[in-house]
């Protein structure tokens, strides 16, 4: 984990007398100081004073500020459909607040001019693929955070972003909770389903062939923490990367315990899929374990997002999904994740 260094000085408190006055002077005001450093792949930040106004440029921050009772001033979109890039899993969070100003990152970079007319006081970059460049001029702006160096670019796990947020804003402690609040279900799922223990787990898409996430990738980190192991020599076949193309040579790859699909069109993709003859000749096809996640729709969402927030709401649909597809019996019907 990436390490932060987190001081909060206490208040103090001085009553000033005046010499050879015999009223007393008012007490100075109770004085705080606030700081925090957190360390990333560009050096490190320090934050001198609590931050109000907070642009993300990360693509999944929000839900940690919001989780933490903070509503940013703008946040980046990645997914679209969602009025201030907020999704339902995270709405209630808002309130009556007024919704973040969207931006837009097309793949030329953050917007910086519209996030310099915002004034922000910190930005958060955490959940991004910041470049060197990029963080140089943010930081002429405002207080950046970068992705941490520990990970490859989008691979910072949803506790760190939880963490790093609440060190950045000062509700480490709080931030801690949340965590454990989402971990301790992951518990409570793994002990009501033993069978997920031992089993393998993949999950993919249909772009451009057969595209799978490796295991610095959230969306396998989601199946790890459900107990599922993934294939021993993902990571070999892929490289460093969260995600890469195999080709039909290293199908036996897909061959898992449980094999989860985020498809756009679910008729079209597993049609598409199984005219495939190496693909449908698979154990994991034959016995029914595939499971589809339809891109586009909230719970499609919420499996790319995966925040503390939004894990909540995965888990309550596709833990069944998973269940049904490693019970042993193939005439069980896994349904689809819409």
């Known amino acids: 984990m990436t390490r932060v260094l987190y001081a909060l000085a206490a208040m103090t408190l001085a009553l000033v007398t005046g010499c050879g006055s015999a009223m007393p002077q008012a007490p100075v005001a109770a004085a705080s100081a606030f700081s925090a450093t957190l360390n990333h792949k560009y050096g490190s930040t320090t934050i001198t004073a ?23 001033v703008a946040t980046t979109e990645w997914l679209g459909g969602y009025p201030g890039a907020i999704g339902p899993w995270a709405k209630p969070k808002l309130g009556s607040a007024a919704v973040p100003q969207v931006l837009k990152d097309t793949g030329s970079g953050p917007q910086m001019e519209k996030i310099a007319a915002l004034r922000p006081d910190l930005i958060l970059a955490l959940y991004s693929g910041l470049t060197q460049e990029q963080y140089t001029t943010l930081s002429k702006i405002a207080p950046t955070v970068a992705q941490p160096k520990e990970h490859i670019d989008y691979g910072i796990s949803w506790q760190e972003v939880t963490n790093q947020v609440g060190v950045a804003v000062g509700e480490p402690a709080k931030a801690d909770a949340l965590v454990k609040q989402v971990e301790d279900r992951f518990a409570a799922v793994r002990k009501e389903h033993p069978e997920f223990a031992g089993q393998t787990g993949l999950m993919g898409t249909v772009y451009e ?77 034959k016995e029914g374990r595939e499971v589809f996640v339809q891109d586009g729709t909230d719970f499609g969402n919420s499996v790319s997002f995966l925040t503390v927030l939004s894990l909540p709401y995965v888990l309550d649909t596709l833990v069944p999904r998973l269940a049904a597809a490693v019970d042993g019996n193939p005439a069980t019907e896994v349904g689809l994740t819409s």
């Open 209 to 285: 062939g057969y595209f799978v996430f490796g295991s610095q990738d959230p969306r396998s980190r989601l199946l790890t923490s459900l107990g599922f192991k993934l294939p021993a020599d993902l990571d070999q076949a892929i490289g460093d990367k969260f995600g890469a193309n195999i080709s039909r040579e290293r199908l036996d790859l897909l061959d898992t315990g449980a094999l989860l699909w985020s498809v756009t069109d679910p008729d079209k993709d597993k049609a598409t899929l199984r005219a495939d003859t190496v693909y449908k000749g698979l154990k994991v096809v």
């Open 50 to 72: 609590k931050p109000k106004r907070i642009v993300t440029v990360g693509l999944v921050e929000q839900d940690a500020l919001l989780a933490l009772g903070i509503v940013p």
